[in-house]
């Protein structure tokens, strides 16, 4: 069974640009969730997907946004990129049924804004 | 909102021995789900080991045990005979209702 798999693993952009990164939950997974991982800094919620709805979001601008597709694959697009929105991205997924399970990791994307 | 606090940013121990994480959380809920998830190099995120608030018994897996003290809202990771492999970050995470909070991590290095 394959995993959670997210593309690219590195994107380099410039200040302004948009970014878009995109994630495959695993087969059956309804909810998808990101999460941005800034050195020291944690993991930090950015958005919950299921059903193709948005369900929750953290505290992150507007210009931080996403969707959800029929077929529960996800994309998360960064609009106006700053150089602080360098991080690792980590995309999850689970079975949304199933209230407090875990969450399964993809690999992740390195965004790199210069 | 749930917050979740990992006050240990580094840690070290010598192989074999046993090294305790902590991690505290701060929540109005009384159901909710705990977890340790190990992250290494590679940056894949590993289940270390979960727990469900609603038992008292604290959760094990393998060399991996909690202590959960629910009034205390502590949720500290044990490893017993650390070997060179669990070199990583390890994040303390916190699950109610699908909203899932991680702390900031501590990064343990296991030392030969």
């Known amino acids: 069974e394959a995993g959670v798999t997210q593309s690219p693993t590195h994107l380099i952009k410039t200040r302004g640009q948009q970014a878009t990164l995109r994630c495959s939950p695993i087969s059956g997974h309804t909810s998808v969730y990101w999460y941005q991982q800034a050195l020291g800094l944690g993991l930090q919620f950015l958005l919950w997907?299921?059903?193709?709805?948005?369900?929750n979001r953290g505290n992150f601008p507007p210009r931080f946004s996403g969707r959800q597709f029929p077929n529960y694959s996800s994309e998360l697009n960064v609009n106006a990129l700053e150089l602080e929105d360098s991080a690792l991205y980590l995309c999850?997924?689970?079975?949304?049924?199933?209230?407090?399970?875990?969450?399964?990791f993809g690999s992740g994307t390195q965004l790199s804004v210069l | 909102a749930q917050t979740v606090t990992q006050s240990q940013p580094e840690m070290s121990v010598q192989e074999a021995e046993t090294v305790t994480l902590s991690c505290t959380y701060d929540t109005s809920e009384s159901n909710y789900y705990l977890f340790w998830y190990k992250q290494p190099p590679s940056r894949q995120m590993i289940l270390v080991i979960r727990q469900e608030a609603y038992k008292q018994q604290n959760a094990t897996e393998n060399r991996f045990s909690v202590n959960f003290q629910k009034a205390a809202k502590s949720f500290s990771l044990k490893i017993s005979d650390s070997q060179l492999g669990d070199t990583a970050m390890y994040f303390c995470?916190?699950?109610?209702?699908?909203?899932?909070?991680f702390g900031a991590g501590t990064r343990l290095t296991v030392k030969p």
């Open positions: 999850a997924s689970s079975r949304q049924v199933a209230t407090n399970e875990k969450l399964f």
């Open positions: 995470a916190f699950n109610n209702n699908n909203d899932m909070r």
């Open positions: 997907y299921d059903e193709g709805e948005e369900r």
